[in-house]
């Protein structure tokens, strides 16, 4: 596995693979050169291009490093700690931290987190790069969009739209759709920015 991106994001992942007793061989990042856990840490030269995930809890830096590295494939790292239902179907790029709840017919898109106890109910839809906080709760049938962000501890009741590079605040209770590139914060949810 090589993992692209050395902080404190970087470094939960180093713990899940860890957990899972998968190899690291290699940790870019653009700051380079320098250690993280351990590890030697240097700049991405082109040469790797196998089992990837991008270590950064940035969704806008995620995706900017994703659409750098070309012909590059990814994998997914799920803490064994997390529950996640049979019919879950999750694409490349993604990582689940430990104590994340993903239940029946729902589908996570590329390079989105799941982070530390966040609880995905039926039939969710995340797009890609989506970051998902702990203790976050999507209830059944929440679609979120590219890029957006749930705030830690925040609620969103069943089927409501979270639109793309939305931010929804840490404590936030969504109640109603939240339009693209807007920040909800409050409960019930309000709109201080779009």
Not at 113 to 118: E, K, V, Y
Not at 157 to 180: L, R, S
Request: hydrophobic share 40%.
């Amino acid at each position: 596995m090589k993992l692209y991106g050395a902080s404190g994001h970087g470094k939960m992942i180093i713990r899940i693979l860890e957990d899972l007793n998968k190899k690291i061989s290699k940790i870019y990042d653009d700051r380079a050169p320098f250690q993280i856990l351990n590890y030697p840490v240097e700049r991405y030269d082109g040469s790797e291009n196998e089992n990837f995930i991008i270590s950064v809890g940035n969704n806008k830096t995620r995706k900017a490093i994703v659409d750098k590295l070309k012909n590059v494939s990814y994998a997914v790292a799920i803490h064994p700690n997390a529950i996640i239902d049979k019919t879950v179907k999750i694409k490349d790029g993604t990582v689940v931290m430990p104590g994340a709840v993903i239940n029946v017919d729902t589908r996570i898109g590329n390079h989105c987190i799941i982070n530390t106890s966040a609880s995905i109910d039926h039939e969710c839809v995340l797009e890609d790069f989506v970051h998902i906080s702990p203790n976050a709760t999507l209830s059944g049938n929440v679609q979120v969009g590219e890029g957006a962000h749930i705030g830690a501890g925040a609620v969103v009741i069943p089927n409501v739209k979270i639109g793309k590079w939305a931010t929804v605040g840490a404590g936030a209770v969504i109640i109603k759709d939240v339009p693209d590139g807007a920040t909800v914060v409050g409960n019930p949810g309000r709109i201080i920015k779009q």
